[in-house]
């Protein structure tokens, strides 16, 4: 299934540059609730990514469309690894995606 966000890749280039926590999360949110198929006022940005059952190709999919939307590689993983919608968007828009780990 191809999913494409209501944001468009315009409105997204233009925002590149200044991209902040809400812009991240909105389109995040759009995402999700075209995959879905709800609306985006459905979606709970404080609820886990398990909650929302995507499977495998789901996460690719989406971490695709984040990497395309603030230029950055970013893992698979991540979906899993921080715990809700809000966190991921401050993550991004902040730049630290990398977890650390204490050894």
Known sequence: MEVTSTITNNSLASQ????????????IVAYIAELL??????????????????????????ISHLESLT?????????YDLPSIEVLSQRLASGTTKL???I
């Open 37 to 62: 198929e709800v609306e985006p006022q459905q979606v709970n940005v404080k609820a886990s990514f398990t909650q929302y059952g995507l499977d495998s190709l789901s996460v690719v999919s989406l």
């Open 16 to 27: 590149q540059n200044n991209l902040n926590a809400e812009v991240i999360q909105e389109s």
């Open 71 to 79: 230029g950055e590689d970013l893992s698979p993983t991540l979906l």
């Open 100 to 102: 650390e780990v204490p």
